[in-house]
T-cell receptor, first 112, second 115 residues
């Protein structure tokens, strides 16, 4: 069985300040973990993925995430938020190659 | 251009009237999947397929059917739609390999309303 919990449904930051979106997971297998982003009225786009190589994963648009097995976490960070980062972000876990489980999403708001 | 297409993009229908949402990909991907997105619930997997004629249930398969007769197509069938199936539906595809999970490529979504 696998599950994923996104700890914040909504995060608001000022432009230029750091972003932290939190994700905890549970999996009976060695998990693969992903972050996807969904801009308003758009489909989903892959930000980054972890598949048991380096624990610090770099993605597109300056985002990165760190896999911490001891804490079962895969938090998404960015040093400096930009207005264009405003979107909904989904953490995804897969313990087998076939079944994906999405978190409920975190809406990121970026203010001036 | 590599893409996943869905049709229709918007659909309003009545309870009990059978409908099909089509999904097609041009990337020769083995894996295809359907999700529904509801506010506060994220995306939930309905069905997935690892290859032609191989399908399996996701987390919320009740009320839906799928088929995979060709590699590029993966239609979602609602035999008797009900209002609780009003949702935003996404189709996705990816490569597939044992013990490996690849990036999912998502279609643009189909907004379904059942009255």
């Amino acid at each position: 069985a696998q599950s994923v919990t996104q700890l914040d449904s909504h995060v608001s930051v000022s432009e230029g300040t750091p972003v932290l979106l939190r994700c905890n997971y549970s999996s009976s297998y060695s998990p693969s973990l992903f972050w996807y982003v969904q801009h308003p009225n758009k489909g989903l786009q892959l930000l980054l993925k972890y598949t048991s190589a380096a624990t610090l994963v770099k993605g597109i648009n300056g985002f990165e995430a760190e896999f911490k097995k001891s804490e079962t976490s895969f938090h998404l960070t960015k040093p400096s938020a930009h207005m264009s980062d405003a979107a909904e972000y989904f953490c995804v876990v897969t313990g087998t190659a076939s079944k994906l489980t999405f978190g409920t999403g975190t809406r990121l708001q970026v203010t001036l | 251009e590599a893409q996943v297409t869905q049709n229709p993009r918007y659909l309003i229908t009545v309870t009990g009237k059978k409908l099909t949402v089509t999904c097609s990909q041009n990337m020769n991907h083995e894996y295809m999947s359907w999700y529904r997105q509801d506010p506060g619930l994220g995306l939930r997997q309905i069905y997935y397929s690892m290859n032609v004629e191989v399908t399996d249930k996701g987390d919320v398969p009740e009320g839906y059917k799928v088929s995979r007769k060709e590699k590029r197509n993966f239609p979602l069938i609602l035999e008797s739609p009900s209002p609780n199936q009003t949702s935003l539906y996404f189709c996705a595809s990816s490569r597939y390999g044992q013990g490996e999970t690849y990036e999912q490529y998502f279609g643009p979504g189909t907004r379904l309303t059942v009255t």
